[in-house]
T-cell receptor
Framework: NAGVTQTPKFQVLKTGQSMTLQCAQD?????MSWYRQDPGMGLRLIHY???????DQGEVPNGYNVSRSTTEDFPLRLLSAAPSQTSVYFC?????????????FGSGTQLSVL | AQKITQTQPGMFVQEKEAVTLDCTYD???????LFWYKQPSSGEMIFLIY??????QNATEGRYSLNFQKARKSANLVISASQLGDSAMYFC?????????????FGTGTRLTIIP
C-alpha cells in the first residue's frame, strides 16, 4: 500500500513565487490535513478537510489555499511564498467518525523560501 | 477550542529507566481521543498509543502506557525500560470525536534523550 504520498520532498523557492505541494492517499480516508512544523512550535494545523468539497481553516491558514475535489487528493497552494513559510510540511489523513482514528502521515516536504 | 500543553521541552533519562512525558489538554468536546506520536531524527511520524475519553482503562501498547486522568485533563505517556532507540521527539495530540470537531491538535513536543 502506498499510504499517504507527499511530493516534493524538498523545494527551494524565491520570495513571491507560487507552488503547490501535492498530497494523495489511497486508503479512502475522509479526513485530510496539512501541518507545518517549526522548531519549538510542534505541528500546527494549516487547513483540513472532512470530505470532497469540504475544507476548513486550522490555526495558521494565512498564505495557503487548499481544495478537495476528490477523496484521494488534497493539494496545498502557496500563492506568493514568503520567508516566514520556510518550514517542514506534513500531509496526514484518517477516517472520521470512529474511535482510535489515528492520522497517517506523509514523509514531509522541506520548503525553503529565500 | 482544543489546546494541548507539553511543559517539558527536553528530558534526559538513563537507559533502562522508566520515563514519564507530561501532557495536559483542554477541550469542550464531550467525546475525544488522545494520541501520542514519536518523531525520530529521520523525521517520520510514528503513532504510539491512543486513549479514548470514554475508555475505562488506561491504554497500553508494549512498553508504552498512557496514564489518563480525566478529571485532571492529563494524558501522560509512560515508557518503561527505556532504550537508546527511544531518543526522539514525542508529541501529544487530541481530536474531537463529534461531527465538526475532527481536527487533530498537537502539543509542542518533548525531546527525549536516552543516555547509555
Amino acid at each position: 500500500n502506498a499510504g499517504v504520498t507527499q511530493t516534493p520532498k524538498f523545494q527551494v523557492l524565491k520570495t513571491g513565487q507560487s507552488m503547490t505541494l501535492q498530497c494523495a492517499q489511497d486508503m479512502n480516508h475522509e479526513y485530510m490535513s496539512w501541518y507545518r512544523q517549526d522548531p519549538g512550535m510542534g505541528l500546527r494545523l494549516i487547513h483540513y478537510s472532512v470530505g470532497a468539497g469540504i475544507t476548513d481553516q486550522g490555526e495558521v491558514p494565512n498564505g495557503y489555499n487548499v481544495s478537495r475535489s476528490t477523496t484521494e487528493d488534497f493539494p496545498l497552494r502557496l500563492l506568493s511564498a514568503a520567508p516566514s513559510q520556510t518550514s517542514v510540511y506534513f500531509c496526514a489523513s484518517s477516517y472520521t467518525g470512529k474511535r482510535n482514528e489515528k492520522l497517517f502521515f506523509g514523509s514531509g516536504t522541506q520548503l525553503s523560501v529565500l | 477550542a482544543q489546546k494541548i500543553t507539553q511543559t517539558q521541552p527536553g528530558m534526559f533519562v538513563q537507559e533502562k529507566e522508566a520515563v514519564t512525558l507530561d501532557c495536559t489538554y483542554d477541550t469542550s468536546d464531550p467525546s475525544y481521543g488522545l494520541f501520542w506520536y514519536k518523531q525520530p531524527s529521520s523525521g517520520e511520524m510514528i503513532f504510539l498509543i491512543y486513549q479514548g475519553s470514554y475508555d475505562q482503562q488506561n491504554a497500553t501498547e508494549g512498553r508504552y502506557s498512557l496514564n489518563f486522568q480525566k478529571a485532571r485533563k492529563s494524558a501522560n505517556l509512560v515508557i518503561s525500560a527505556s532504550q537508546l532507540g527511544d531518543s526522539a521527539m514525542y508529541f501529544c495530540a487530541m481530536r474531537g470525536l463529534t461531527f465538526g470537531n475532527e481536527k487533530l491538535t498537537f502539543g509542542t513536543g518533548t525531546r527525549l534523550t536516552i543516555i547509555p
